[in-house]
C-alpha cells in the first residue's frame, strides 16, 4: 500500500491527499449500490423488467402508465433512503471507531442509540394514541439529548485530565446506555403485548413505507456532514497515532474531538428518525472499508460510507423480496447477510 | 487502557494492605446482603426466625417454608450468578485487553437466548429446567464457534479476531432471536421475563444442579489469576516471559464459558455486571488479577443480591426482573465512579 502513488487535491486554503485507489473502491461500491436498486425498484408485488425500470428512471414514457408511479412514487424513494440511512451510519461509524481507537466502537457508542430507542419505545408502549409524526421528533430528541449528557457526564475540569477523554467518553457510554436499555427492556417486559411487538419492529430498524418526505429530510444533513466528514478525517490520522502525538502536531485536541463527535452523533441521530435503529452498519461498514482502502481517514470515511449505503440497500431489497408478503426489517438482514460476508473478508485477509 | 499503568505492578501490589483489608469488609457485606436478602421480601421475616428455619427447620411454620423453598435458593442464586459473570467479565476484559469486553462477547448470552426462544418456538419448551438445558447448550455451542472463528488465520486467537468475531456473531444471533419474536407473539409473551433476566422462582434442585458447575469455574479462574495478569500486559510480555500464551487463553475462556455459560442457564441473560464489576474493581485493586478476579467475584456478587432485594421491596408486592435493576442502579454508580476515578 505504501508504493501507492497519492492523489492529491489543492484548493486556495484546503488540501486532501488519498491513496489512487479510492475513486475505484468508491466507484465500484456506487454502481454495486445502483445495480441493487435497479432490482430493488423493479421487483416485487409488480414486476418490472430492468430495462423498463431504466427507462422510467430516464423519464421516458413507457406504454404501461403503472410503472411512473410504482418505480417514481413507491419503490425509488425508498430504496434511495435505504441508500441514505446507510452511508449516514457508516460514515458516522468511520468517525467514531477513528476517534475512540476501538475496533468496536459503533455509533451506539454516542448514546444515540441508546437514548432514541429510550424515547421512542416510552412513546410506543406508553403513549400508543400518539400521532405518528411525533415518533421521528420524539427519537431524533432522545438520541440527541443522550449524546449532549453523555459528553457532559464525561467533560470533567482540571489540569492534566481536563475536558473529555475518549476513555471516560466510552465508560460513561456504557453506564448510560445500560441504564437507558434497562428502561427499554422495562417497557417491553411490562408493556401491552400489542404495542411491545411494534416497539421491536421499531428497534430491529426499517425503511417499510418511506417516501420522498423523509429522503428530502435526510438528504440536506448528508449533504452538510459528510463534506464536513471528510475534511475533519485529517484530524482522525493524527488522533490516531496517540494523543501525545496528536498534541504535538499543534491538533487543538479537545475542540476537533468535539466536532468529530457531533458529526457521528448527527449523522446517526438522523438516520434514526426514517429507520429506526438500524444497528451493526456502523459497527461493520467502517471495517470493510478498512480491508479495501487501508486506514488512512481520508479514503476509510467515504469508503465506509458508501460501503454502508450499499448494504443496507442490498439488506433492504432482500428483506422486502425474500419471503413477500412479510417483510423482514433491513436491520435484521443485515446481521443475517453482512456477519459471514464480514467474517470471510476478515478472515480472507489475515491469510494473505 | 491498562499499559500504562501496568509499570505498577510490583510484589508489593501482591500484598498490599489496603487491598488485603478491603477483604473482609467485602466479604462482611456481601453476607449483610444475604440476610437482608433472606428477611426482606412480600413479607418481611425477623433475622432470628431466619436463622431458626436454617438450623432449626419446622416444616409446619409458614415463614420456614417460605425461607427454604422461595428466598434460600434465589439468595443463593444471585451471589452465585453474580459472582460468576463479575469474574466472567474481569477474565474477558483482560483477555481482549478491551474495556468494552464483557461475558457477552464471546455471544455466550445471545447464543443463550436465541436457544431458549428457539426452543419455545419450535418445540414448544415451557418451564425452567428445561430453559436451563437449552441456554446452557445454546451458549457453550456459540462460544466454541466464536473461538474457532477467533483462531483462524494467523496468530491463533488474537484479542481483535476475538472481539470481532464474538461482536459480530453475537449480532447476528440477537438479530435472529429478534426476528422469530418480531413475528410469533406467542414466543414473545412466553419469554419475554426469561430475557430480561431473573434470579426468582428457581428450584433448589435447578441451583445445585448449577452449582458445582460454578464453583469450579470461580476455583479454575483464581488459580489462573497470575497467567490472566501476564496476558493482560500483551502477548508479546507474556510470550517473553516464557508463559503458554495459547493453553492460557484456551482455559481462560473455557472458565469463561462455563462461567457466563452455567450464569445464563440459572438466570437468563442478566448484562452489565460482567461489563461494569471488573472496572470499578480495577479503580480500587489495580490490574492484578489475583486481586482483581475474588474482588469481582465478591462484588458481583453483592451487586446481584442487593439488585435483587431493591427490585422486590421497591414495587412490593410486584417484583422487577433483576436484570433490570442491576442497569438501573449499576449505570448511574458507575457513571459516578467513572467521573471521579478515570482521569486519563
Known sequence: MSASPWIVVRANKFSIRMDRRIPFVLGGLLLAAFLVLILHVGIGEYNIAPLDVVNTLLGRELGDKNYHFVVMELRLPRAILAWLVGAALGASGAIIQGLTRNPLASPDLTGVTAGASAAAVTLIIFLPHAPDYWLPITAFGGGVFVALMLYLFAWRGGTSAGGDSPIRLILVGIGLSAALGAFTSFALTFGDLWHVQSAIMWLAGTVYATGWNDVSALLPWLIVCLPLALYGARDLNALNLGEDVAQGLGLRLILKRAFLLLLSVALAAITVTVAGIIGFVGLIAPHLARRLVGSMHEGLVPTAAFAGGFLVILADFVGRTISPPTEIPAGIVIAIIGVPFFLYLLWKREKA | ?344
Open chain 2, 1 to 344: 487502557m491498562d499499559i500504562a499503568r501496568t509499570s505498577n505492578i510490583t510484589k508489593r501490589n501482591a500484598l498490599h494492605p489496603l487491598l488485603v483489608g478491603a477483604f473482609p469488609l467485602c466479604i462482611a457485606a456481601l453476607l449483610l446482603a444475604v440476610m437482608a436478602s433472606i428477611a426482606f421480601g412480600a413479607a418481611d421475616i425477623h433475622v432470628s426466625t431466619v436463622l431458626d428455619s436454617i438450623f432449626a427447620f419446622d416444616a409446619a411454620n409458614t415463614n420456614h417454608l417460605i425461607i427454604q423453598t422461595l428466598r434460600l435458593p434465589r439468595m443463593i442464586t444471585a451471589v452465585l450468578v453474580g459472582a460468576a459473570l463479575g469474574v466472567a467479565g474481569a477474565i474477558m476484559q483482560g483477555l481482549t485487553r478491551n474495556p468494552l469486553a464483557d461475558p457477552g462477547l464471546l455471544g455466550i448470552e445471545s447464543g443463550a437466548a436465541l436457544a431458549v426462544v428457539g426452543g419455545v418456538f419450535l418445540f414448544r419448551i415451557n418451564s425452567l429446567p428445561v430453559y436451563a438445558v437449552f441456554a446452557f447448550i445454546g451458549g457453550t455451542l456459540t462460544a466454541l464457534t466464536v473461538y474457532a472463528l477467533g483462531s483462524m488465520g494467523r496468530g491463533g486467537a488474537t484479542p481483535f479476531k476475538l472481539t470481532i468475531a464474538g461482536a459480530a456473531l453475537s449480532s447476528l444471533l440477537s438479530s435472529l432471536t429478534t426476528a422469530i419474536l418480531m413475528f410469533n407473539q406467542r414466543s414473545l409473551e412466553e419469554v419475554r421475563f426469561w430475557l430480561a433476566g431473573s434470579v426468582a422462582g428457581r428450584e433448589m434442585s435447578l441451583v445445585l444442579e448449577a452449582a458445582p458447575f460454578l464453583l469450579g469455574g470461580l476455583v479454575l479462574a483464581f488459580i489462573m489469576g497470575r497467567q490472566i495478569t501476564t496476558l493482560s500486559m500483551g502477548e508479546d510480555i507474556a510470550r517473553g516471559l516464557g508463559q503458554s500464551i495459547g493453553w492460557t487463553k484456551l482455559f481462560a475462556a473455557g472458565a469463561v464459558v462455563v462461567l457466563a455459560g452455567s450464569a445464563v442457564a440459572l438466570a437468563g441473560p442478566i448484562g452489565f455486571i460482567g461489563l461494569i464489576i471488573p472496572h470499578v474493581v480495577r479503580m480500587f485493586a489495580g490490574v492484578d488479577y489475583r486481586w482483581v478476579l475474588p474482588y469481582s467475584a465478591l462484588l458481583g456478587a453483592t451487586f446481584l443480591v442487593v439488585s435483587d432485594l431493591v427490585g422486590r421491596v421497591l414495587v412490593r408486592p410486584l417484583e422487577m426482573p433483576v436484570g433490570i435493576m442491576t442497569a438501573a442502579i449499576g449505570g448511574p454508580v458507575f457513571i459516578y465512579l467513572v467521573r471521579w476515578k478515570v482521569k486519563r
